[in-house]
Structures are given as structure tokens and as C-alpha cells.
């Protein structure tokens, strides 16, 4: 089957913004470590592997398009104080929450594109934790603050993202806890 044209063209999308926000995370957790925020460069770090487990759902959604196309995707740019890369990724994790992905849904359940809508719903539901994430961690730079936190925990399956546990069960995909990835300060298990 042959995947519709907007569906297509919102999976390269999204799989473009995803990617750059893999990118993004890992540079600017770099500067809070080195701005000696542990904790918001280990925050970063694991939200960064959440949105490379969500640019991997939306790639493989779109298995059946093959070829090379011109991808427009959205991104903050920026490389500046912590707190400031903070207003970056606050402000593209609320793109996503208040524009795309329920754009992106809607257009994909119009279209009967089940594996699209999965993937969108995946991501969307990841999004809104890490938007509260980045929130609560700019308040406590901005008061020079590292965020508390022992470890952050990834569903590998959807990006789910957890602070400080480990559900047995994903409430989002339904996956056991041996799906989720944990990133502590010295060690990342897999």
C-alpha cells in the first residue's frame, strides 16, 4: 500500500525535527555540564535518546517510501547559557505539543495511516512530560540550582519518559519495564 502524500510528507517531517532535536539535547547538555548542572545535562542526554527512539518510529512508519527527498523540519537554534537553552527546548517540545503532532494526527487518522498515527501519538504523549521537565528545570538554574533527580528511565519502544522509576509496565505503549533505558550520572545501562 502506497502511504498517502501529506502523511508521507508529515513522517519526513517530523523524523527531521526529532533528529535535530537528538542533536540539540546532546550540545546543550554538554553546556550545562559544563555550567556544572549534572543533573539538567543528565536530563538532556536521556530526552535526547527519546527523541531518537521517536525520529526512529516515525523512519520506520514510513517504510514503504523509499528515495531521497528535500525534508523541511522545525528547530530551535541556539547555543547559549543553560537557562537559555532551556527557552529552546521548552519552546520546541510546546511546538509539538500545541501545533504538530495533533496536526500531524489528525491528518493521518483522516487518511487511515495507523502506523503514522501511532507514531504521532507515541511521540505527543513523550513531549508533554519533557515540556514539564525543561520547565521545572529552568526555574532551578535560574536560580542557580541543579534539578534533583538519580536517574531518568526511556521506553525504547516509544520514548515514555520517567524521573527516578521504572514502571513495570509503559502506561503509554503498554511495553514491559525491561523496554525502558536508564541514565544515571556515571553509567548509561541499555
Known amino acids: 500500500m502506497v502511504q498517502n502524500d501529506q502523511t508521507a510528507q508529515n513522517l519526513r517531517s517530523a523524523f527531521a525535527g526529532e533528529s535535530m532535536a537528538y542533536q540539540r539535547y546532546i550540545v546543550w547538555g554538554e553546556k550545562?555540564?559544563?555550567?556544572?548542572f549534572e543533573n539538567v545535562a543528565l536530563l538532556f542526554k536521556a530526552i535526547a535518546n527519546a527523541e531518537q527512539v521517536h525520529a526512529g518510529n516515525h523512519f520506520r512508519a514510513h517504510a514503504n517510501e523509499e528515495?531521497?527527498?528535500?525534508?523541511?523540519?522545525?528547530?530551535?537554534?541556539?547555543?547559549?547559557?543553560?537557562?537559555?537553552?532551556?527557552?529552546?527546548a521548552i519552546a520546541g517540545e510546546?511546538?509539538?505539543?500545541?501545533?504538530?503532532?495533533?496536526?500531524?494526527?489528525?491528518?493521518?487518522?483522516?487518511?487511515?495511516?495507523?502506523?503514522?498515527?501511532?507514531?504521532?501519538?507515541?511521540?505527543?504523549?513523550?513531549?508533554?512530560?519533557?515540556?514539564?521537565?525543561?520547565?521545572?528545570?529552568?526555574?532551578?538554574?535560574?536560580q542557580g540550582q541543579d534539578i534533583e533527580l538519580e536517574y531518568v528511565s526511556i521506553c525504547q519502544v516509544c520514548g515514555h519518559t520517567v524521573v527516578d522509576d521504572i514502571p513495570e509496565k509503559c502506561p503509554v505503549c503498554g511495553e514491559p519495564s525491561s523496554?525502558?533505558?536508564?541514565?544515571?550520572?556515571?553509567?548509561v545501562s541499555e
Open 32 to 36: 550545562a555540564k559544563e555550567e556544572g
Open 67 to 88: 528515495g531521497g527527498f528535500l525534508v523541511a523540519g522545525g528547530g530551535e537554534f541556539g547555543y547559549s547559557s543553560t537557562s537559555e537553552n532551556l527557552v529552546g
Open 94 to 142: 510546546e511546538g509539538e505539543i500545541e501545533q504538530m503532532y495533533p496536526a500531524y494526527s489528525l491528518v493521518a487518522k483522516d487518511q487511515g495511516e495507523s502506523e503514522a498515527v501511532r507514531s504521532f501519538h507515541y511521540a505527543l504523549e513523550a513531549e508533554q512530560i519533557h515540556a514539564k521537565l525543561f520547565r521545572d528545570a529552568k526555574e532551578h538554574v535560574d
Open 179 to 187: 523496554e525502558f533505558r536508564k541514565f544515571t550520572k556515571q553509567i
